[in-house]
């Protein structure tokens, strides 16, 4: 079972180095493809604006740029 969910549309530059991130730290991911225009704009009515959307869990990290500090946090839980 993936620890995170990652929606991603092709093309992104920030989705590859949130993929590339998780796999560094250790960390299992599946990967949620936006590929039509339909499945872009049920994104969009969520509020989310950018790629990747990142989960873990049911919680919602956010973007490549929170990821980061999202990891660190992690590291210093007790998981």
């Given at each position: 079972?993936?620890?995170?969910?990652?929606?991603?549309?092709?093309?992104?530059?920030?989705?590859?180095?949130?993929?590339?991130?998780?796999k560094e730290?250790?960390?299992?991911?599946?990967?949620?493809?936006?590929?039509?225009?339909e499945a872009i704009e049920e994104f969009k009515a969520q509020g989310w604006r950018t790629f990747p959307q990142i989960f873990h869990?049911?919680?919602h990290v956010g973007?490549?740029?929170?990821?980061?500090?999202?990891l660190a946090g992690l590291d210093t839980d007790d998981f």
């Amino acid at each position: 079972m993936a620890d995170f969910h990652i929606m991603t549309k092709p093309g992104c530059t920030y989705c590859t180095q949130a993929k590339a991130l998780l796999k560094e730290r250790g960390h299992s991911f599946s990967e949620l493809h936006h590929l039509s225009e339909e499945a872009i704009e049920e994104f969009k009515a969520q509020g989310w604006r950018t790629f990747p959307q990142i989960f873990h869990g049911t919680v919602h990290v956010g973007g490549f740029d929170q990821l980061g500090a999202y990891l660190a946090g992690l590291d210093t839980d007790d998981f």
